[in-house]
């Protein structure tokens, strides 16, 4: 089993529609999550961090984490094209010398339509 | 502005040659980083984990001998793929931790593409 999987998608939405992406984890050590983005052949872009159980919100992003159910999540509020990417989902020990050390998820294909 | 320089961008060589690649933090002292490779179409996986002064720690599967670790100084880290074939193409990618770190202070260079003939 993969310690982080996410849904490899593609996911297809329409511009200005939610689109929600999801990412579960095996480990338990986990503590902090990242979302990043990536373009083709461009390194990842962090778009939000959460380590805390609830919501975290950042403009048109929500991230949300639930450490009983070990699930990771990030909803695009109002979609544009622009957003069209894909997305990793990573997890990495809370503190520590383990701190840095990301877990991803195999990325799930965001493609936002016209 | 990049907080974390990575060079070359795109290397092409031949097989059998040895490439340096090179990550540096450049507004603060990193004395722990990480290279990561990303095969066509696939996630990110770790492949060392690089500090200050001491040997480089690698994930299970990787050669340490073909892929060497120097991180001399605060704000640099190297990875040298030596004799290179052409399973070695990929994407390889540093990244660092910045200093008694919030967080999100985990900081990304913008990749090298390595092409082996």
């Known amino acids: 089993q993969k310690e982080v999987e996410q849904n490899s998608g593609p996911l297809s939405v329409p511009e200005g529609a939610i689109a929600s992406l999801n990412c579960t984890y095996s480990d338990r050590g986990s503590q902090s999550f990242f979302w990043y983005r990536q373009y083709s052949g461009k390194s990842p872009e962090l778009i939000m961090f959460i380590y805390s159980n609830g919501d975290k919100e950042d403009g048109r992003f929500t991230a949300q984490l639930n450490k009983a159910s070990q699930y990771v999540s990030l909803l695009i509020r109002d979609s544009q094209p622009s957003d069209s990417a894909t997305y990793l989902c990573?997890?990495?020990?809370?503190?520590?010398?383990?701190?840095?050390?990301?877990?991803f998820g195999q990325g799930t294909i965001l493609t936002v339509h016209p | 502005g990049a907080v974390v320089s990575q060079h070359p961008s795109r290397v092409i060589c031949k097989s059998g040659t040895s490439v340096k690649i090179e990550c540096r933090s450049l507004d603060f002292q990193a004395t722990t980083m990480f290279w990561y490779r990303q095969f066509p179409k696939q996630s990110l996986m770790l492949m060392a984990t690089?500090?200050?002064?001491?040997?480089?720690?690698?994930e299970q599967g990787v050669e340490k001998d073909k892929f060497l670790i120097n991180h001399a100084s605060l704000t640099l880290s190297t990875l040298t793929v030596t004799s290179a074939h052409p399973e070695d193409s990929s994407f390889y990618i540093c990244?660092?931790?910045?200093?008694?770190?919030?967080?999100?202070?985990?900081?990304f260079g913008s990749g090298t593409q390595l092409s082996v003939l």
């Open positions: 990573a997890g990495t020990n809370a503190g520590g010398t383990s701190y840095g050390k990301l877990t």
């Open positions: 990244s660092a931790r910045a200093p008694k770190g919030r967080f999100e202070k985990l900081f």
């Open positions: 690089s500090n200050e002064g001491s040997k480089a720690t690698y």
